[in-house]
C-alpha cells in the first residue's frame, strides 16, 4: 500500500528518485513515518525476532531493524528501506510484545514500580548501492505503583498487545508512567523520527 502526504511521488521525489519502503505493518510505525508527510509504502518483513543466546536488548533491537530492512529488499531492489524494532528492558530480563492478555498482566506486574529500558533501533538501507545505516535510541520509562486492578483495567481498556512492554505511551499507557527520559519520544512509540530525517537527508531525501 502505498501512503501520500498530499504530494505525489514524481513531486516529491521527481522521475528518478527512489521509492521509500517502511519494512513494517505496524498501524505505529506508519502514523509516525506521516507525519514527515512523504510518500511511503509498507512491506511486512518475515523475521523471527527471538533473541540470540547472549544477545543484549541493545544488540537484539539493532539486529533485528537490520534483518527487516534486508528481508524486504528482495523485494524491493530499488527503494529506499526502513527497518525498525524495539526491545524493553527490566533488569536483565528483555520484554518484547506479550501478544496475550496473560503475558500482559506478568509484564506490566513485573515493572511497576521500576525503571524499563526501551531500546529502539532504526535502520534505513538502501537497496540500490548496498548502504546501510543503523543507530538504536534509548529511552528509560519509570512506571508507577499499579494495582492488579489499574493493570486489568488497562489491559481490557487498550490491549498493547502487540506492543513491547505492553503499553502504550501515546495512549492510556501515560497514566502508568512516573517519568520519561531518552533521546526521542517518537522512538518510545516505535520509530525514532529524530534519527530517520538525518538518514534520509544522508540519502537525498527532501523532507522540508
Known amino acids: 500500500m502505498i501512503y501520500i502526504s498530499g504530494i505525489t511521488v514524481k513531486e516529491a521525489y521527481g522521475m528518478n528518485s527512489q521509492p521509500l519502503v517502511l519494512a513494517s505493518t505496524s498501524i505505529y510505525r506508519r ?8 510518500p511511503f509504502q509498507t512491506a511486512a518483513p518475515d523475521v523471527d525476532e527471538t533473541p540470540l543466546p547472549g544477545e543484549s536488548a ?5 539486529r533485528l531493524s537490520r534483518e527487516k530492512a534486508r528481508a524486504v529488499a528482495t523485494n524491493y531492489p530499488d527503494a529506499l ?8 528492558l527490566l533488569g536483565e530480563q528483555q520484554m518484547g510484545k506479550p501478544l496475550t492478555h496473560d503475558n500482559a498482566v506478568c509484564q ?4 511497576r514500580g521500576k525503571s524499563v529500558i526501551f531500546y529502539t533501533a ?7 548501492t548496498g548502504e546501510m545505516q ?14 492488579d486492578n489499574e493493570i486489568e483495567s488497562y489491559l481490557h481498556k487498550e ?25 526521542d519520544p517518537n522512538a ?3 520509530l525514532p523520527l529524530i534519527l530517520l530525517v538525518d538518514m534520509l537527508k544522508k540519502q537525498g531525501v527532501p523532507i522540508l
Open 188 to 190: 518510545l512509540i516505535g
Open 31 to 38: 502514523e509516525l513515518l506521516d507525519r514527515l508527510q512523504i
Open 122 to 128: 532504526l535502520t534505513l538501507l538502501n537497496a540500490r
Open 134 to 147: 543503523t543507530e538504536v535510541a534509548e529511552n528509560r520509562i519509570s512506571f508507577r505503583e499499579l494495582s
Open 58 to 62: 541493545k544488540q537484539t533491537s539493532w
Open 108 to 111: 506490566l506486574r513485573a515493572m
Open 81 to 88: 528501506i526502513i527497518g525498525s524494532d524495539q526491545v524493553a
Open 159 to 183: 490491549q498493547p498487545y502487540h506492543c513491547a512492554g505492553s503499553a502504550k505511551s501515546e495512549g492510556l499507557g501515560i497514566t502508568l508512567i512516573s517519568r520519561m527520559e531518552g533521546d
